[in-house]
């Protein structure tokens, strides 16, 4: 409880080369699909509508290193019956938002679909959050609505305000939405040919929340929500 962000435990991810796994309920296999990763996803999912507010904090371990040009996901807003296509010739299937690292920008990543819902045009556009040097051993909150009815997505790293995008979260929209967080590699043979082996990657997470609004899920904002153990 000492090292925790709030009240008395936190979760430990780890993420070492070869940590791919397949899906029983269906064809995907990390493995075959140059990926790596570890991820808890949210349960029950969501439909898109309304106002949707996450949050959570992130300690990176001192001696995390980031991996581009393999990317590195430490947040995820995915969706189910959304928009398919390709990505570096295998099968893609977008999310809505990808919160990562690479060298030394902890970043925003919002995934604007265009195209036809078989062939997606992915372009995703990153803001920066916060320096990665700044998240070593320290815990860093992170925070973000997507406001489907009113067409914006905000973003806060410790309750202060870092991302405003004037503009809807989707152009197709799925069937439903939820938010993953742990690592996730992908592409993993980009780092693999320029350097070999893949360096084992620790995070920290802590304080994991969703809502309906900014005050509901962010500690800095409304000092009054509960510890999550």
Known sequence: KTKARAGVAYQRFE????????RKSSSWNDCKMDRERFEFGSS????PNGKQCYSYSIMLAKDFKPVNPTNTDLGQIHQKGGPKGF????KSFPPLIQIGAKNNS???GWHKLSGSANNVIDSRIDY????LSDMKGVWTDV??????????MDAWINGKKKVEILESPINFI???TYFKYGIYRSFVSRYKNIYG?????IVFYDEVRRGRSIEEVDRNINPKLKPVD
Not at 87 to 90: K, Q, V
């Open 15 to 22: 993420l070492r080369e070869g940590d791919c796994f397949s």
């Open 44 to 47: 029950p999912r969501q439909k």
């Open 87 to 90: 990505a570096g010739g295998l």
């Open 106 to 108: 902890f970043y925003f």
């Open 128 to 131: 920066n959050l916060a320096k």
């Open 143 to 152: 925070s973000f609505c997507l406001d489907y009815e009113n067409k914006r």
């Open 174 to 176: 799925p069937k439903e």
């Open 197 to 201: 082996k893949m360096p084992t990657q």
